[in-house]
Nanobody
Framework: VQLQASGGGLVQAGGSLRLSCVAS????????MAWFRQAPGKEREFVAA????????YVADSVKGRFTISRDNAKNTVYLQMNGLNPDDTAVYYC???????????????????WGQGTQVTVSS
């Protein structure tokens, strides 16, 4: 499995960005794709996830109402639409995939086997 993330950049507070993560390779019928972020000096933090089985989505409380995760099956791509950005959202954003993660572990970055290279998001005040 390979993941290619893109879409980061510099944006002013209140602005929007859309991140993309293209996945290639072999996936199980139960795979999950997720976005995490890591700010300097902080632990990697769950942002959102999309579950293949049922198409369910999960969003962290810290971004709920501002960020949306979606999936384009034809393109094997997961998107993270980020609206209402603020400086606290500044981080490197990573996409991740796991073929067999259990629901209780979706927010645990240590449970994911595959990672993209990360894309920098910087929000200026």
């Amino acid at each position: 499995v390979q993941l290619q993330a893109s879409g980061g950049g510099l944006v002013q507070a209140g602005g929007s960005l859309r991140l993309s993560c293209v996945a290639s390779g072999s996936f199980s019928s139960r795979y999950v794709m997720a976005w995490f972020r890591q700010a300097p000096g902080k632990e990697r933090e769950f942002v959102a996830a999309w579950r293949r089985n049922g198409g369910y989505t999960y969003v962290a409380d810290s971004v709920k109402g501002r960020f949306t995760i979606s999936r384009d099956n034809a393109k094997n791509t997961v998107y993270l639409q980020m609206n209402g950005l603020n400086p606290d959202d500044t981080a490197v954003y990573y996409c991740a995939l796991d073929n067999s993660i259990i629901l209780s572990s979706i927010r645990d970055f240590e449970q994911y086997d595959y990672w993209g290279q990360g894309t920098q998001v910087t929000v200026s005040s």
